[in-house]
């Protein structure tokens, strides 16, 4: 059954639940640093791998930081929450329990509106936002996935144990019909907006700052009942989640119209095979015997605290996109092709950085994109900054590179070959406009092709253009043709 028969006959709900890692300098309950890439296992102490008689403590900048997040989301926020143990084992959670909130999150009922590439706007309800704890790391060697199963043996590191992470939890989500998985991408990508711009999170997918678990239904037309949710999890990039919420519901409607019933259950995203794969069952009625945190005392934001932070909240992201069209006078269809891409921030960064908008527009929806495509990657995963594209787009603004030999330059940094400047002087790509130079190059091409002048004297201009051409060869495409023809013609009517 293919994408628009399955729609045809179901409804589709989905659930997206948003882990984001925050950037405080310590993590939730320890003075341990919260830093990504160090040295495994030297992040850690008593408290952080449950050691007896460690004592907890809450991290200030990470309750201040979660509060900013659930305003910034519409949420009221608790003026008393409770920490609570949820129980259970798993190597990479060194206590037994996670630290997490259960019936008292910090922040609840909110409202974000989505804008998706159609254009559509929908309002998405927040359910809850969470303060808790991340789990360490396990890493599984010698098998060819990179997950458990077939693994040799598996490597932990505690570093990330007890990084503080908020768990935003959407409510069903009805009605985006066949736009459901652009949404939930689009849905992520703002958040990943929001907490940017609260500055509360390195908020990168690719190192897991933000990470997404889908739940998918469907149910049909009519039915009132909510259909059965898979929760297919960690889903690491945006075009991982739209392509596996895609998947999921084309898998479901395929079961459910020959007889089948769906499992409740956890799945995996293969993003090489473009398919999900059954994970573990998972009831609803899970028991975490979760029970209230006896270590640590309620949370209760001051009215002064929240109002402080709620005043220095940023532009809302809505707000921004309007100032920010204003200001590069963009068109709505440009500027609509820059979000949908998730290349706002690139832009503004790049504008930021000297280039002109519409060339930061041209370089990142174009050639980077593209390249970005052709490798399966999202742009932000691709090892080039927006400073990188000011100084390439500076390079061909100014003439000292044109737009082939600037592809050409853009390709080399993503091979990690420096930056766009010190390639051009290293492989000496600077066009060349010196007179001298183009002569020599011009009598060359002209000994060839001896009838070009006359032509160009009888009014057949387009005849300079062999030569243009030919001087361009010779001289690797880095002439300036502009300069190469005004001399040819300068030649034949001297
Ligand atoms: P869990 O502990 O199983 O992860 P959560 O409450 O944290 O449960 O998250 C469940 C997510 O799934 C929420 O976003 C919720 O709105 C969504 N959800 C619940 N029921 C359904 C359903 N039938 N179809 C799709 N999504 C659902
Ligand atoms: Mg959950
Ligand atoms: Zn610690």
């Known amino acids: 059954m293919n994408y628009e028969q399955a729609l045809e006959k ?18 939730m309950f320890c003075g341990c640093r919260n830093d990504f890439g160090d040295e495994p296992n030297t992040n850690v102490c008593p408290i952080c791998i449950g ?28 003026p008393t929450g409770r920490f609570a143990r949820k129980n259970y084992f798993y190597p990479d959670l060194a206590k037994n329990f996670q630290t997490s909130q259960y019936d008292e999150p910090i922040a609840f009922e909110g409202t974000i509106d989505i ?26 060697v010698g098998g060819n996935t990179g997950r458990i199963h077939g693994a040799e043996y598996s490597l932990v590191d505690y570093n990330r144990a007890g990084v503080p992470l908020v768990e935003i939890v959407t409510k069903p989500i009805l009605g985006a019909g066949a736009e459901a998985p652009e949404l939930a991408a689009a849905y992520v990508r703002s958040i990943r ?24 239904s469907i149910r049909p037309h009519g039915q009132e009942k909510l259909g059965t949710r898979t929760e297919t999890k960690n889903v690491n990039s945006l075009r991982s ?80 996109r309007k100032r920010l069209q204003g200001e ?16 706002l921030d690139e832009l503004e960064e790049t504008v930021a950085a000297g280039a002109k908008p519409q060339a930061a527009r041209k370089w990142w929806t174009g050639e980077i994109a593209r390249l970005a495509n052709a490798e399966g990657k999202d742009v932000s995963d691709l090892a080039i900054t927006p400073a990188d594209v000011a100084e390439l787009a500076t390079l061909v603004e100014s003439g000292k590179i044109n737009d082939r030999i600037g592809r050409e330059v853009l390709q080399a940094v993503l091979e990690g070959a420096g930056n766009p400047a010190k ?34 004297r009888e009014g057949k201009l387009q005849a300079a253009g062999a030569v ?25 009517n001297s």
């Open 423 to 456: 390639i051009v002087a290293d492989r000496g790509l600077e066009v060349v406009s010196d007179d001298g130079a183009l002569q020599a190059a011009i009598d060359e091409a002209l000994a060839k092709q001896p009838d070009v002048l006359e032509k160009i």
């Open 328 to 343: 590069w006078s963009f068109s709505d269809l440009e500027f609509r092709d820059v979000v949908n891409s998730g290349l």
């Open 193 to 216: 907006e929001i907490v940017k711009a609260l500055g509360v999170s390195d908020a990168r997918m690719e190192r897991g700052n933000v990470r997404c678990d889908a739940n998918v």
């Open 468 to 492: 243009i051409g030919a001087v361009m060869q010779a001289m690797k495409g880095q002439a300036d043709a502009g300069r190469v023809r005004e001399l040819i013609i300068e030649r034949a």
């Open 51 to 78: 050691l007896p008689g460690s004592l907890p403590a809450v991290n200030k900048k990470a309750v201040e930081s979660s509060i900013a997040i659930g305003l910034a989301l519409g949420c009221q926020i608790a």
């Open 10 to 27: 179901f409804e589709v709900v989905i659930g997206l639940e948003v882990h984001v890692e925050l950037n405080t300098n310590t993590k």
């Open 241 to 320: 989640i739209e392509r596996a919420v895609r998947y999921e519901i084309q898998r479901q409607a395929h079961i459910i119209a020959n007889g089948g019933t769906i499992t409740q259950e956890t799945r995996h995203w293969h993003e090489d095979r473009g398919i999900t794969s059954s994970g573990r069952p998972k009831s609803d009625a899970d028991d975490y015997r979760y029970f209230p945190e006896p270590d640590l005392v309620p949370v209760q934001p001051s009215k002064e605290l929240i109002e402080q932070i709620r005043a220095s909240l940023p532009e809302k992201p809505a707000d921004r």
């Open 115 to 140: 804008e998706v590439p159609s254009g559509a706007i929908y309002t998405v309800g927040i359910e809850r936002a969470h303060m808790e704890e991340d789990a360490g790391k396990l890493t599984h």
